[in-house]
């Protein structure tokens, strides 16, 4: 029997695994990737909040560490053997932001280096990881350090004597800790337990592109979507937002506007088809930042949810904090904004 058990395979699942396994935690993770694949597998991979400035403290305290930590974690899971999740730092340029002042005061604010240019917001710090590389590169991590890791779908979690037992098609596993960190299906496992999680599905769809002529070296960020350059040739255009849609499969409306959004932001995509296209489920919430807290009334099991788009470049620092909560360590950031007793109509 694990010290704790981890409930999904995500980013933030993932990293709360390594964490905990860093401390001398016995973690067991179970993930149903193949049915329902996490919200940081789709995702573009920039690792900066979109547009940070709106965006209370909470998450920017989640959000800053984001490039250093991703890139000694690419370390690590090179010299376990896994891929280079290539983590890269091309910087992000923002277009027609109606608030520059905001930003301007916002960048100053957390010492974030900006530039006014052309009209636009140039940060060069900004930086993104090849997000499914890196999700490989921590499972393969992940067993080296030797976290057991489980592919199961989880129908039920059962208060027992000493913990919690959850029910999967194969077998029952028991833990005195649990942890359920399942994107917008966390509320549906944690419901029957009286607990109501503020998430709910919102649909994200995205584009890739290969052009025969060389990329922009940028991130560029304007109000109805983005572009972010993965090698000299290729392109991921993003992303749609589709609030109680929880179907996965792409679609062409979504196509259509995608690509229209790409070729305004680098016109010479006006003439090249989209080389694929995927989609993914967030957790939406109403909360101003993420739940990472104990569940009320039921000690040692505890929620790890609710990013919303923030999923991955909030995960290092939500698995730290969601690792010293279950270890009893003194939190790494304040508990307070994260926990249950902050309604989703608090003030961030």
């Given at each position: 029997?694990?010290?704790?058990?981890?409930?999904?395979?995500?980013?933030?699942?993932?990293?709360?695994?390594?964490?905990?396994?860093?401390?001398?935690?016995?973690?067991?993770?179970?993930?149903?990737?193949?049915?329902l694949p996490p919200a940081s597998w789709a995702g573009g991979g920039i690792l900066s909040p979109l547009?940070?400035?709106?965006?209370?403290?909470?998450?920017?305290?989640?959000?800053?560490?984001?490039?250093?930590?991703?890139?000694?974690?690419?370390?690590?899971?090179?010299?376990?053997?896994?891929?280079?999740?290539?983590?890269?730092?091309?910087?992000?340029?923002?277009?027609?932001?109606?608030?520059?002042?905001?930003?301007?005061?916002?960048?100053?604010?957390?010492?974030?280096?900006?530039?006014?240019?052309?009209?636009?917001?140039?940060?060069?710090?900004?930086?993104?990881?090849?997000?499914?590389?890196?999700?490989?590169?921590?499972?393969?991590?992940?067993?080296?350090?030797?976290?057991?890791?489980?592919?199961?779908?989880?129908?039920?979690?059962?208060?027992?004597?000493?913990?919690?037992?959850?029910?999967?098609?194969?077998?029952?596993?028991?833990?005195?800790?649990?942890?359920?960190?399942?994107?917008?299906?966390?509320?549906?496992?944690?419901?029957?337990?009286?607990?109501?999680?503020?998430?709910?599905?919102?649909?994200?769809?995205?584009?890739?592109?290969?052009?025969?002529?060389?990329?922009?070296?940028?991130?560029?960020?304007?109000?109805?979507?983005?572009?972010?350059?993965?090698?000299?040739?290729?392109?991921?255009?993003?992303?749609?937002?589709?609030?109680?849609?929880?179907?996965?499969?792409?679609?062409?409306?979504?196509?259509?506007?995608?690509?229209?959004?790409?070729?305004?932001?680098?016109?010479?995509?006006?003439?090249?088809?989209?080389?694929?296209?995927?989609?993914?489920?967030?957790?939406?919430?109403?909360?101003?930042?993420?739940?990472?807290?104990?569940?009320?009334?039921?000690?040692?099991?505890?929620?790890?949810?609710?990013?919303?788009?923030?999923?991955?470049?909030?995960?290092?620092?939500?698995?730290?904090?969601?690792?010293?909560?279950?270890?009893?360590?003194?939190?790494?950031?304040p508990a307070g904004p994260y926990s249950f007793s902050l309604s989703s109509s608090s003030p961030p």
């Open positions: 029997m694990a010290d704790v058990l981890i409930i999904g395979g995500g980013m933030p699942g993932l990293l709360a695994a390594k964490v905990l396994r860093d401390r001398g935690v016995d973690v067991t993770l179970l993930d149903a990737a193949a049915a547009f940070p400035w709106r965006y209370p403290d909470s998450v920017t305290a989640l959000a800053l560490p984001a490039l250093a930590t991703y890139r000694a974690l690419a370390e690590e899971v090179v010299a376990a053997g896994g891929i280079d999740p290539q983590v890269s730092c091309p910087g992000m340029r923002v277009l027609d932001e109606p608030d520059p002042d905001a930003a301007l005061a916002w960048c100053a604010r957390h010492g974030v280096t900006v530039e006014q240019q052309d009209g636009s917001l140039w940060l060069p710090d900004v930086g993104s990881v090849r997000n499914p590389r890196m999700l490989k590169g921590l499972r393969r991590l992940n067993a080296v350090l030797g976290v057991r890791q489980t592919a199961a779908y989880v129908s039920a979690i059962e208060p027992i004597a000493g913990g919690y037992a959850v029910h999967t098609q194969e077998k029952v596993f028991r833990a005195p800790q649990v942890v359920v960190s399942a994107g917008f299906w966390t509320r549906a496992l944690l419901a029957p337990l009286g607990v109501d999680v503020d998430v709910s599905p919102v649909k994200g769809q995205m584009l890739l592109f290969r052009s025969p002529e060389p990329v922009p070296n940028e991130i560029r960020l304007a109000p109805d979507g983005y572009l972010i350059p993965r090698d000299h040739h290729t392109l991921v255009a993003g992303s749609t937002s589709e609030p109680g849609v929880s179907d996965q499969r792409p679609q062409q409306a979504a196509y259509q506007h995608l690509a229209q959004v790409a070729a305004r932001l680098w016109a010479p995509l006006a003439t090249v088809p989209p080389a694929a296209q995927w989609a993914g489920i967030r957790p939406g919430t109403a909360r101003s930042a993420p739940l990472i807290s104990e569940a009320p009334g039921l000690p040692g099991l505890f929620v790890c949810t609710g990013h919303y788009r923030n999923g991955l470049v909030c995960a290092p620092v939500s698995a730290a904090l969601l690792a010293d909560l279950v270890t009893g360590t003194t939190p790494c950031v």
